[in-house]
């Protein structure tokens, strides 16, 4: 089983709030990655890092920020929430040598009202 | 990065095989194939991967024709539990996600 966490699994929160969503693997892996998922849809990738501080912005462009400040860990940052980013965010790890092997957490689904 | 095509939607009797096709015709000789899927709602689940060579491991069999230019992941004796989106993705670089195949195993 992956060890990689996010939290919370679930939120709700008004327009404007500054959000942290959190994500953290406990295997030791180099590379993390931000995906974002509306229902139904493909995996976008909007962040993604091959280690400590390395960030880089995906393929879709997001509003959010990110920082690796510990390998263990890969926080992903919302200054000023809108309902557009209401959608599930996926965290996921992978060994640099270890090719694409992604191991995915269980997501957050956020919701902004 | 390679594109990939996958039938948007399939079918399987529980118990039987399961053989997803996807064709990458496109496909540089160093890009690797991969298998992900993602059940409802969750985080997508890493399943196989691929160069030239058949590939075997505990969750399924990955196919590749000798031209590289498609390739079939078949799972030997689907269940319920195998519902999912599955996708095909050819790695140049980064993991980008396409529509896949849902398929839905039935009892």
């Known amino acids: 089983e992956a060890d990689i966490y996010q939290t919370p699994r679930y939120l709700v929160i008004g327009t404007g709030k500054k959000i942290t969503l959190e994500c953290s693997q406990t295997?030791?892996?180099?590379?993390m990655y931000w995906y974002q998922q509306d229902p139904g849809m493909e995996l976008h990738l909007i962040h993604y890092?091959?280690?400590?501080?390395?960030?880089e912005k995906g393929d879709l462009s997001s509003e959010s920020t990110v920082s690796r400040i510990r390998t263990e860990h890969f926080p992903l940052t919302l200054e000023s929430a809108r309902p557009s980013h209401t959608s599930q965010y996926l965290c996921a790890s992978s060994e640099i040598r270890g090719g694409e092997k992604l191991f995915f957490g269980s997501g957050t689904q956020l919701s902004v009202l | 990065d390679a594109k990939t095509t996958q039938p948007p939607s399939m079918d399987c009797a529980e118990g039987r095989a399961a053989n997803l096709p996807c064709n990458h015709s496109?496909?540089?000789?160093?890009?690797?194939v991969y298998w992900y899927r993602q059940i409802h709602s969750q985080g997508p689940q890493y399943i196989i991967h691929?160069?030239?060579n058949n590939e075997t491991n505990e969750m399924a069999s990955l196919i590749i024709t000798e031209d590289r230019k498609s390739s079939t992941l078949i799972l030997p004796h689907a269940t319920l539990r195998d519902t999912a989106v599955y996708y095909c993705?050819?790695?140049?670089?980064?993991?980008?996600f396409g529509q896949g195949t849902e398929l839905s195993v039935k009892p």
């Open positions: 295997m030791g892996h180099d590379k």
């Open positions: 890092s091959y280690g400590v501080n390395s960030t």
């Open positions: 496109t496909i540089s000789g160093n890009e690797y």
């Open positions: 993705i050819v790695y140049g670089g980064k993991l980008i």
């Open positions: 691929g160069l030239k």
